[in-house]
Every structure is written in C-alpha cells, then in structure tokens.
C-alpha cells in the first residue's frame, strides 16, 4: 500500500488476520507481495528500492534487500523457494 506496510488477510472472513501482521519497514509504497510456495515466507518489493523477506508465520522481518537504484515493481520466488527475483 501507498503507507509502505502489508498487510495479511483472512480470505474466508475478510478480516485482518492480526494487527500485528501490520509489516511496517518501507519507507514508500510496497509495490508487490507474493508468498513462497510453501507459504513459510513473504517478499515484498517497494519503490524504496529495498526487497524486503518477512516471516510469514510471525510477521517479523527476515532481511532487507538492496542494490535497486530504482522501484521495486515485481517480485517472486523461484519455483524451488530459494531465490527471490
């Protein structure tokens, strides 16, 4: 969002799954959010240019990625998890 936090949603009962799954750490908008496929972690890219891996079970921040000289549009992992792109 343009608030630079992410935010994680119960589908079924479209609520907020915890407020503390509020993921403040961009500075900007998060542009894009995906889970891994085993659902373990969330990455989040921002036009902060940081790359940000949460855990998704805690809400608690993994790491920051840098290095962009410019917004984060996309990301993804690769099929396998291992890679963040």
Do not use: Y
């Amino acid at each position: 969002s343009a608030d630079g936090q992410v935010k994680i949603w119960d589908v079924e009962t479209v609520t907020e799954v915890w407020q503390a799954f509020s993921l403040p750490g961009h500075v900007t908008q998060v542009r894009s959010i995906s889970f891994s496929n085993d659902g373990r972690w969330i990455v989040s890219g921002s036009t902060d240019t940081t790359v940000k891996i949460w855990n998704a079970a805690t809400g608690a921040e993994v790491c920051t990625l840098t290095g962009h000289m410019d917004e984060v549009d996309e990301v993804t992992f690769s099929p396998d998890g291992t890679r963040v792109v």
